[in-house]
């Protein structure tokens, strides 16, 4: 059974940091390429950002560029998403999710399985 299981979020002020993990379980994780997603209240889901099945490849929504990075560690099976300065339009509900063939784009249907998200909350 795949898992993926998301942590790290919370609530900090403008221009404060957190680090996002999403552990998974059940595949072999170096075979997938991993995204983040968010959703904020009342709109669309959204890419964040997405990286290869070695790391070398990442991809990026534009308005995180610059302050969000995104990492794998495939020995821990994990996925990280540090986020910096961040802003209270960050605000939303975070998703990873992971992709069969490696896909690092930001089409939702080309990711397989999604973990539940983490609630990241920016104040002003």
């Known amino acids: 059974q795949v898992q993926l299981v998301e942590s790290g979020g919370g609530l900090v002020q403008a221009g404060g940091s957190l680090r996002l993990s999403c552990a998974a379980s059940g595949v072999t994780f170096s075979a997938y390429g991993m995204g983040w997603f968010r959703r904020a209240p009342g709109k669309e889901r959204e890419f964040v950002a997405a990286?290869?099945?070695?790391?070398?490849?990442?991809s990026y929504l534009g308005s995180v560029k610059g302050r969000f990075t995104i990492s794998r560690d495939n020995a821990k099976n994990t996925v990280y998403l540090q986020m910096n300065s961040l802003k209270p339009e960050d605000t939303a509900v975070y998703y990873c999710a992971a992709s069969a063939g490696a896909y690092i784009g930001p089409t939702t249907s080309n990711y397989n399985y999604w973990g539940q998200g983490t609630q990241v909350t920016v104040s002003s």
């Open positions: 990286i290869g099945r070695s790391g070398s490849s990442t």
